[in-house]
């Protein structure tokens, strides 16, 4: 039976002046998990995470990782905020945000030296990321220089480094192309093989479908609607048609109209018998 | 008319933004011998040299250092060209600054040519004119900045940003700086290129010409924007860098010590400007 990494309970988050961002959350992540937070634009997904992450924090109710409450205290006070920041790993949607440093190279050291880890452990750590994202030839380039593509892989890269147990993704799949795409599900993919235990949000149904076993669906409305299987829930049309992760499609035939709820990702024909 | 002028000012802004960008991520040369000098030592040794520049008031020894110093610049193999983009911009506009010092009205001597003996209805007690001290006070002004612009444009073009900021750290700049610093090079191009969208995407629903009046409004909603994306993009950087680990105190790599190489290319730096200030006490 595994452990549990993430509890909440009643969580609700709003915003300064007032706006509700999520509404009264419950749900457990254990270890090995590959969970998809889905929700249409605005429904809490990216908020949630960093809230899982401790960088935000509960308006109402409790977020507790590896057993201890996540609290602005908790996260900054050692030994348990350096555990917590080595334990887990956040994929920024917003590569430009994620990538600050003067190269590549110094992406890849600045977790492992933040952690205090000592200087030929970085140095080891660095050439061996390096050499399994294949991005050796990118070591000395600056990171406005790289592609769409690339900087997901350095950011990657960089959360790697520190050897994280949990990695939380927010819309990873975002503006990138085909290859990329796939170079990125097949390597959650081999994370996954590992034990590491990943946390996507995401409306992009199909990318949630390649990496993901259980889904945590929001709703519009900010509430936790349907926590199972990812499978089941991408059956359930008229679930993802009220959340707004589906559109509803309507054609004509002569006088007749049909209405249905559809999933699809290019224009296609439709046959009736 | 308004309309050339106004097409000339979007010119000149595009290009602004361009040759910043272009220079921001400029070729740095890695393959020349200056490059393989510890980055501390080379930072060391081209303050020495900027501050022994300061020291020299003699042209002859001024033009023999900035001779010296575009050789350098040469023989780093880095393109002839780009040194003569900095030298039209930069120089020329320190020119433009200093070019009343040649006046007898700022820096009295012997007149070298008369400009003029009235002002309007002013007449001044004696004529406007061009003075010998004028002239090499204005020179000599002009070479030191050419000089001590080409040894940074030298120190930039064969040391890796990363690597700077690591020798500025290394000598003593607060960790806060050399972040800022760094943080400033890495988002400008981002920002830039922000801007640039904002402004393209006004001019592609422009159909006819605005008042000057909502063109200056259209502006400070502009900057307004900007200010928005920047803090937002601030925010979300300094979250990243929590989520890594950073809590306000900034860790950076091994230092690495100093080769003999090193220590002797900083002597020979420290005894070359040593000979040049010496050369220009003696002349």
Redesign the interface.
């Known amino acids: 039976m595994s452990n549990t990494i993430y509890t909440l309970s009643n969580i609700s988050y709003a915003y300064p002046r007032g706006a509700t961002v999520l509404d009264d959350i419950s749900f457990d992540v254990r270890e090995d998990e590959r969970v998809a937070i889905l929700g249409a634009n605005a429904s809490g997904k990216s908020t949630l995470l960093?809230l899982l992450?401790g960088?935000y924090f509960p308006s109402a109710g409790r977020i507790e990782a590896f057993g201890v409450e996540l609290t602005e205290e908790s996260v900054?006070t050692p030994p348990f905020?350096?555990e917590f920041?080595?334990k887990?790993?956040?994929l920024?949607q917003?590569s430009?945000?994620?990538?600050?440093?003067?190269?590549v190279?110094?992406e890849l050291?600045?977790?492992p030296?933040?952690?205090?880890l000592p200087?030929e452990e970085?140095?080891r750590r660095v050439e061996e990321t390096l050499r399994l994202f294949g991005i050796e030839h990118l070591r000395?380039r600056?990171?406005?220089?790289l592609s769409g593509g690339e900087k997901k892989k350095v950011a990657l890269a960089?959360?790697v480094t520190?050897g994280p147990e949990v990695i939380l993704l927010d819309e990873p799949s975002a503006g990138l192309d085909p290859r990329t795409q796939q170079w990125l599900v097949e390597f959650l993919e081999a994370l996954r093989r590992t034990g590491m235990t990943l946390v996507t949000c995401t409306h992009d149904l199909s990318f949630a479908a390649d990496t993901a076993d259980r889904a945590l669906i929001l709703s519009e409305d900010h509430r936790l609607v349907y926590d199972g299987p990812l499978m089941e829930a991408l059956e359930n049309l008229d679930l993802l048609l009220s959340v707004n992760l589906v559109h509803a499609h309507a054609h004509r035939h002569g006088s007749d109209v049909h209405v249905h709820p559809h999933l699809h990702e290019l224009a296609h024909d439709h046959r009736h018998e | 008319m308004r309309r050339r002028r106004r097409n000339a000012v979007r010119r000149a802004l595009a290009g602004l933004g361009e040759a910043l960008a272009r220079e921001m991520a400029g070729e740095v040369r890695s393959d020349s011998r200056l490059s393989r000098i510890e980055p501390r030592a080379k930072v060391a040794g081209f303050i020495i040299l900027i501050v022994g520049t300061t020291l020299i008031h003699g042209l002859i020894p001024l033009t023999a250092l900035l001779m010296c110093v575009t050789a350098a610049v040469l023989a780093s193999g880095i393109n002839p060209g780009r040194l003569g983009r900095m030298w039209l911009g930069v120089p020329l506009f320190t020119l433009a600054i200093a070019l009343p010092s040649v006046l007898n009205v700022i820096t009295p001597g012997a007149p070298v040519i008369t400009l003029t003996d009235r002002i309007g209805p002013w007449t001044p007690s004696e004529p406007i004119s061009v003075t010998s001290d004028g002239l090499v006070v204005t020179a000599r002004f002009l070479l030191r900045s050419t000089v001590c612009i080409t040894l940074a444009f030298l120190l930039t073009s064969t040391t890796d940003r990363a690597a700077l900021l690591n020798g500025m750290r290394r000598l003593g700049m607060p960790k806060a700086f050399g972040m800022v610093l760094a943080m400033m090079q890495r988002y400008l191009s981002v920002l830039l290129r922000a801007a640039e969208e904002i402004h393209l995407a006004k001019l592609s629903r422009t159909i006819s010409e605005q008042s000057v009046r909502h063109e200056q409004r259209w502006v400070a909603a502009g900057i307004g924007s900007l200010f928005r994306r920047t803090h937002r993009l601030a925010r979300e950087t300094h979250n990243a860098m929590v989520a890594r680990g950073y809590d306000g105190d900034l860790r950076i790599g091994r230092v690495p010590s100093l080769r003999a190489a090193d220590a002797a290319w900083l002597a020979g730096i420290v005894v070359v400007t040593a000979l040049f200030i010496l050369m220009d006490a003696r002349l």
Do not use: M
């Open positions: 960093h992450d960088l900054e905020s350096r920041r080595r887990v790993g956040f920024f917003n430009d945000a994620q990538l600050f440093c003067s190269s190279e110094e050291q600045f977790g030296l933040q952690l205090r200087a970085v140095e000395k600056s990171p406005q220089s960089g959360l520190c």
